[in-house]
């Protein structure tokens, strides 16, 4: 069932790295163990225990040099780690037990709750003495693994106390947006409030200002963190106190990347095992308010490899006694710079566009402005995005396909190529404009070397810069026209070709690749 690991020598300076294959009955499948021991001999007892959904991820996470940071520093208890590695199955596995979403994700989720509950705690506690103690058991995750963790301790608390949650995905929802939706919808919330918190109830989350575009109900306040604060409402209405139960982390500039959860992820082991007296205290909690913090402070593009660490700022929801100040209004992350009055509806006309764009340009509906569609078609993107590891996006629907990412950079080629033409063309610019091969472009983009959140930090910036060039330009503009690819374009409809070949991309992705993963 398991391989027999040879131990690391013992320690005195740095955690202990283990590799185990547990051979899993519920999930019919070998799972993938990172365990990490704390520094120094064995003690007589059991270790308290983190269970960590992504295992796969550790060393993205920069984990183990941060647990020899805070035991150097003397901050931590020694606890023992157990991350399990997800696999291509991740979407599924994940999830809310017994409750897959609109779209069936999740199916699995029930089979990894019983294969954490009933096979991997009784080989943790057996092999590394991991205390079989609820209120010295944490289960955290990162996404759809947060999700996950707290769904597992909500509904399990004599097996685990407290719950860490990074970017949770408490968007899950049983309909989609767009039919019918409405809060009430989300899955994770709805369980919680069909029932009374456990005393021993505690949970850790997390949200990056950059974890998303999307703001479904247009507050101001991007989704993820709305639904994460609306959880936080539904526990305490359930009956834990947000001044000990609960920690909300919100990170300025933190994005929805392991990146940004390495960053923040001393505060919560310091949460989940601090020593008391051990190192600088935890910020006190702050109440938190509904809108989106100054922007200013939060840059729109913030890369993974960034040396300068993201601030983050620490909140737990406000209890009855706590005045909330008011709401404000903020500006979109991608405001209107435009320096002339709105364009009209007028669409491009024959002759204005090679034939291969009318399916393109029909994407966008008769009554759309396409730059609308330019500001709304990201939070489609990083949705659809949210849920992928990066080995979901390196995969094709078939033999010869592009992958995801090699799609999501082909989009972001082909933007740049349509504004620079536009650009040309609206200052007059007669010169005829080559064409370009999308295949060899793909084929020498080493898309799929770089992550899911590079990909899109590049996207944000080109549309950002896109949406800033035809925010520019009038009738006059829009009507010029120019060469480019053997046939004619006017700037007009390369405006309307750049959403539109994008809805196009969506559509396959959701037509040949969803259904694979």
């Known amino acids: 069932m398991l391989s027999d690991p040879i131990l690391p020598a013992a320690s005195s300076v740095g955690t202990r790295l283990c590799r185990e294959v547990l051979a899993s009955v519920f999930l019919s499948r070998e799972v993938e163990l990172s365990i990490l021991l704390p520094p120094g001999p064995a003690g007589p007892g059991p270790l308290p225990v983190l269970y960590l959904n992504d295992g796969q991820d550790l060393e993205r996470l920069h984990l183990q040099a941060t647990l020899d940071a805070l035991y150097a520093d003397g901050a931590l208890r020694p606890f023992v780690l157990v991350a399990p590695h997800a696999n291509e199955q991740r979407v ?56 996950s963790a707290v769904d597992m301790v909500w509904h399990h608390p004599e097996i685990f106390a407290r719950a860490g949650a990074f970017s949770g995905s408490f968007w899950w929802r049983q309909r989609a947006v767009g039919a019918g939706y409405t809060p009430a919808d989300r899955i994770m919330h709805g369980l919680i409030q ?84 051990g190192g600088a205290p935890l910020p006190a909690p702050l109440p938190v308010v509904r809108l989106q913090l100054d922007p200013h402070l939060a840059p729109e593009i913030l890369l993974p490899t960034a040396s300068a660490p993201a601030s983050a700022a620490s909140f737990v929801l406000p209890s009855a006694d706590i005045a909330v100040p008011q709401t404000v209004a903020v500006p979109t992350l991608f405001p209107t710079l435009s320096l002339v009055s709105s364009m009209s509806h007028t669409r491009p006309a024959e002759g204005d566009f090679l034939p291969y764009a009318l399916s393109y340009i029909n994407q966008i509906p008769a009554d759309q402005d396409p730059r609308e569609a330019l500001r709304s078609l990201p939070q489609e993107i990083h949705a659809l995005f949210a849920g992928l590891s990066e080995a979901q996006a390196e995969k094709s629907y078939a033999d010869g396909k592009w992958s995801l990412k090699q799609m999501l950079l082909h989009q972001i080629d082909s933007e740049r190529i349509f504004a620079y033409r536009a650009l040309r063309f609206a200052r007059g610019d007669g010169q005829d404009l080559h064409g370009f091969e999308q295949d060899d472009y793909v084929a020498h983009s080493n898309a799929n070397t770089r992550s899911i959140a590079s990909l899109l930090a590049e996207y944000d910036a080109v549309r950002a810069s896109t949406i800033a060039l035809f925010d520019t330009f009038g009738e006059n503009e829009l009507n010029r026209r120019g060469t480019a690819n053997g046939g004619p374009a006017t700037v007009r409809a390369l405006l309307y070709i750049i959403p539109g070949h994008e809805r196009h991309h969506l559509h396959i992705i959701r037509e040949r690749y969803l259904p694979i993963l």
């Open 92 to 147: 599924q596995e994940y999830g809310t037990a017994g409750h897959p979403d609109f779209n069936g994700r999740g199916s699995l989720a029930e089979a990894y709750t019983a294969f954490v509950i009933k096979e991997l705690l009784p080989f943790a506690q057996a092999k590394y003495h991991a205390s079989a103690d609820p209120a010295l058991a944490v289960m955290a995750g990162f996404s759809l693994g947060g999700l």
């Open 194 to 277: 069909a029932r009374r918190a456990h005393p021993s109830h505690g949970f850790w989350l997390q949200s990056g200002t950059l974890d998303e575009r999307g703001d479904r109900n247009e507050n101001g306040v991007i989704d993820s963190i709305e639904d994460c604060l609306d959880l936080l409402e539904a526990l305490i209405h359930s009956g834990l106190d947000p001044r000990h139960a609960l920690r909300y982390v919100q990170v300025e500039g933190g994005r929805h990347h392991p990146d940004t959860w390495g960053r923040v992820m001393p505060d919560f082991l310091r949460w989940a095992f601090g020593k008391e007296g």
